[in-house]
């Protein structure tokens, strides 16, 4: 599978952004940005900027008014958002991405407690010292699981709670820069967000149309 570029989808907003609602338009329109810096970031090959910028296009993408001012949880935020992209991939473009990663990067992923949150509140002491280990192997047998039912949107919002940790790490100072302790987790990340991010907008973009909530922080940039 072709990885779309920064270029090709830019072109297609360009083409198409003025019949789209302003939510939509401006949702695009800012994670296209940070896209751009993520690849610019990676031709420089430091992961941890090229994640953070994946991040936030992500961020861009899938936040709104809506779950912004609700402050849902982060998965049910991602699962909301993941089974309306879902829907519209008629292709299976992201389910083929997912199992195009899986004997590598998403297994690893899964397989490493160092993006597993509660593994974190244990070694801080907020909660007891091996309580992280029955439910990491719990949620590595539901991961497991939804990837082999082919279930998309479960495995989605599994993947990005992990990275979501590793993102928390990194914007709260959890993490050096450039440090050695989580270059395999980075690496595996950017991989797996840079071969998502252009299939999510690419389906936001063909389905623009449609009504689609306000972006957070909506006045126009």
């Known amino acids: 599978m072709t990885e779309l570029s920064h270029k090709q989808l830019k072109n ?32 420089r090959e430091d992961l941890d900027a090229e ?38 991939d008629e292709t299976q473009q992201l389910y083929q991405v997912i199992w195009q990663h899986y004997p590598t990067k998403i297994r690893t992923l899964m397989d490493n ?47 990005m709670d992990r990275l979501y940790t590793l993102r928390n790490q990194l914007v709260h100072g959890g993490a050096t820069w450039n440090g050695g302790l989580n270059r395999e987790q980075l690496r595996d990340a950017c991989g797996i967000l840079a071969a998502l991010l252009p299939i999510t907008l690419q389906l936001m973009m063909q389905h623009g149309n449609e009504v689609w909530a306000d972006a957070a922080y909506f006045i126009t940039d």
Not at 17 to 31: E, I, M, P, Y
Not at 74 to 85: C, K, L, N, P, S
Not at 117 to 129: I, L, V
């Open 113 to 159: 407690p160092y993006v597993f949150q509660p593994f974190w509140d244990c070694a801080s002491g907020r909660n007891p010292a091996d309580s992280w280990q029955d439910t990491f192997a719990s949620a590595k047998r539901a991961a497991h699981q939804a990837l082999a039912e082919s279930n998309v949107v479960t495995s989605l919002s599994i993947i």
């Open 51 to 88: 994640f953070l910028f994946l991040w936030i296009s992500f961020n861009a993408a899938y936040a709104s008014e809506y779950t912004h001012d609700q402050r849902l949880q982060q998965r049910d935020a991602f699962a909301r958002f993941f089974t309306r992209i879902v829907d519209y």
């Open 12 to 43: 297609y907003q360009r083409a198409h952004r003025d019949t789209w609602n302003q939510g939509l338009s401006l949702r695009v329109h800012r994670a296209l940005s940070w896209l751009d810096r993520a690849e610019q970031e990676r031709a």
